[in-house]
C-alpha cells in the first residue's frame, strides 16, 4: 500500500475520517503530497473496522459474524452456548463444544473489511457505505501495486488474522527468495501473492506466539532489512484498541489528543484540530498508540533488544 491511516478513538463515520479530509486518505488515492515512491495510488485500497460497540462483542456474537464457529461434530448442538454461560458446556466427544479462541482473542471484536481492486474513487458503493458505517477503530489503504505482486483485492490492505488488522507501505526486492524462517504450510497459506503478505505471515506468526506487537514489528523489520538494506517496511498494526507502526522508508505521521489518535502516511488538511496537529515520524521509528498517548522510538537495525 502506498498511503495507509488508522484510527482509534469514539466512534464516527468511516466518511468522515477517509473521504471527507482535504488531502485526507482518499484524495491520496489520486494526490499524494508527500509519498516518496510512486505517483498514484490506484491500485485498489481496503478499509477495516472494528463494530462500534467492539467491546462488547466476542466470538461467535452478532457483529464478531466473521468468524466461522466448529460445526457441531455430531449432529445439531442443544444449545449454542454464549461465551460467557454460566453453565459449562457439556464437551462433545471429538471436538470443542464452545468456538475455540485463539489466545488473545478474548473480548475483542473480530473486524470487517472491504477491499477491492480497483481505484478508491471509482467505486461508488464505498462512498455511500463510508457515509454509514461508524466505528471507533479503523485501519485503511489506498495501493500502488509493486511489479511481480498479485494485483487482485487479495493483496489490497487491511491483513487480517483474528482481531488484527494489517498494512504495509513499501516493497521488498527480490521478495520470493527472502528467508522468512516460515514454514510451506504458512508459504502456501498466504493471503495473497506479495511481499505485503509475506511480511504479514512473518509478523502475524510472532503475534499468534504472544509477542507484544512492537517487538514483533521491530522484529520483522529488522530481519528483513538485514536480508534486503534496501527493503521500504513502512508497517501499521492494530488490534481496534492500540495502534503499532513502524517508519522505515516512507513518511509516517499521527495526531493525538486525549481519547483519539490517527496515525497516517501523510497528514490531510482537515479544519480544525479537533483530532490535535500532525506530527512527522522520524524514519527509522517504531511507534506504540492507544489513545492515553503515542510513544516513538527510534529502531536501530543492530540493536538486539525489542520493546
Ligand atoms: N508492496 C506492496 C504491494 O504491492 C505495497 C506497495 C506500496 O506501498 N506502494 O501491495
Known amino acids: ?7 482509534v478513538g469514539p466512534p464516527l463515520p468511516l466518511a468522515r475520517l477517509l473521504v471527507e479530509p482535504p488531502r485526507g486518505l482518499y484524495e491520496q488515492s489520486w494526490q499524494p503530497r508527500r509519498q516518496r515512491h510512486g505517483t498514484v495510488n490506484a491500485d485498489g485500497f481496503g478499509v477495516g473496522w472494528y463494530p462500534a460497540d467492539s467491546e462488547a462483542a466476542v466470538p461467535g456474537e452478532p457483529g464478531a459474524a466473521a468468524v ?6 455430531h449432529g445439531p448442538a442443544p444449545h449454542d452456548p454464549a461465551p460467557h454461560d454460566p453453565a459449562p458446556p457439556v464437551p462433545a466427544a471429538g471436538g ?9 482473542d478474548e473480548g475483542a471484536a473480530v473486524p470487517a473489511r472491504y477491499r477491492r481492486a480497483l481505484p478508491v474513487w471509482a467505486d461508488p458503493n464505498f ?11 479503523v485501519l485503511a489503504a489506498v495501493r500502488s501495486a509493486t511489479e511481480g505482486t498479485a494485483p487482485d ?19 521488498v526486492p527480490d521478495w520470493t527468495r527472502l528467508p522468512t524462517g516460515l514454514g510451506s504450510a504458512e508459504l502456501l497459506s498466504l493471503e495473497a501473492r506479495s511481499d505485503s503478505a509475506l ?20 522484529a520483522v523489520v529488522r530481519e528483513v532489512a538485514a536480508a534486503r538494506p534496501t527493503a521500504r517496511l513502512n508497517f501499521l498494526l492494530t488490534d481496534g484498541r492500540t495502534i503499532a507502526a513502524s517508519a522505515w522508508g516512507d513518511t509516517l505521521w499521527y495526531r493525538a489528543r486525549p481519547g483519539a489518535v490517527v496515525v497516517a502516511s501523510e497528514p490531510d488538511d482537515a479544519v480544525g484540530a479537533a483530532l490535535g496537529e500532525w506530527r512527522e515520524v522520524p524514519d527509522r521509528s517504531l511507534l506504540l498508540a492507544t489513545t492515553e498517548g503515542v510513544r516513538v522510538i527510534a529502531l536501530r537495525p543492530e540493536r538486539k533488544d525489542t520493546t
Do not use: Q, T
Not at 1 to 7: E, F, G, I, S, V
Not at 96 to 104: D, F, H, I, K, S
Open 1 to 7: 500500500m502506498c498511503r495507509h491511516l488508522a484510527y
Open 68 to 73: 466461522p464457529g466448529p460445526p457441531a461434530p
Open 96 to 104: 470443542p463444544a464452545a468456538p475455540a479462541e485463539r489466545p488473545g
Open 127 to 137: 462512498a455511500e457505505l463510508a457515509r454509514v458505517i461508524r466505528s471507533g477503530a
Open 153 to 171: 483485492e487479495s493483496a489490497a490492505a487491511p491483513f487480517r488474522d483474528g482481531r488484527w488488522l494489517f498494512s504495509h507501505n513499501g516493497a
Open 199 to 218: 511480511l504479514w505471515a512473518m509478523l502475524a506468526g510472532r503475534l499468534r506466539r504472544g509477542e507484544p506487537p512492537g517487538g514483533a514489528i521491530a
